[in-house]
């Protein structure tokens, strides 16, 4: 119970004045990179305010993080080779900061390499292709298990 009295009490003490926009990043080292599951609250937040719902809450909206978190998660696993969701974390920590006019946690010319090489989109590029190529297959897999034959018959 002590716990919950010092956050209502941070809380309120922030709120006073909008001293939460002024007194900066506090706790940057839990967001440094952002983390996944903030990520998906993010998301979820930005479908919540496209659908201009005025109801965020778990009930409404967990199935909705699920859902990101998810995607994001299975996003993280496909492109590990090239650490994608966590270069993407960093860039999101680190815009948060500039936005929030916060002094870099880094020097800009430690950060000189700003861009994905080349190697990069054509892998994406192909993996794409070879995931349409998968869907195919699974298609025609699909209607050979339906029918031993390949061929379609006048019932389908």
């Not at 716990?3 to 003490?13: C, F, P």
């Not at 070879?130 to 389908?156: F, M, Q, R, W």
Request: aromatic letters at 8%; hydrophobic letters at 35%; charged letters at 30%.
């Amino acid at each position: 119970m002590e716990v919950i009295r010092k956050n209502r009490d941070l809380t309120e003490s922030l709120k006073s004045g909008s001293a939460f926009v002024f007194k900066g990043v506090v706790y940057h080292k839990y967001f440094n990179p952002m983390p996944v599951r903030t990520v998906a609250l993010v998301l979820t937040a930005i479908e919540c305010c496209i659908k201009e719902d005025i109801r965020f809450t778990s009930a409404s909206y967990g199935a909705v993080f699920s859902r990101h978190l998810t995607s994001l998660q299975h996003f993280d696993e496909r492109t590990a080779p090239y650490k994608l969701l966590p270069k993407i974390r960093t860039n999101l920590h680190d815009t948060a900061r500039f936005h929030a006019g916060v002094a870099s946690l880094v020097p800009l010319s430690a950060t000189s390499q700003t861009h994905i090489d080349d190697k990069a989109f054509e892998d994406a590029i192909r993996e794409y292709q070879h995931e349409g190529e998968d869907a195919v297959e699974d298609e025609v897999e699909d209607v050979d298990a339906g029918n031993e034959s390949g061929k379609l018959t006048d019932d389908e």
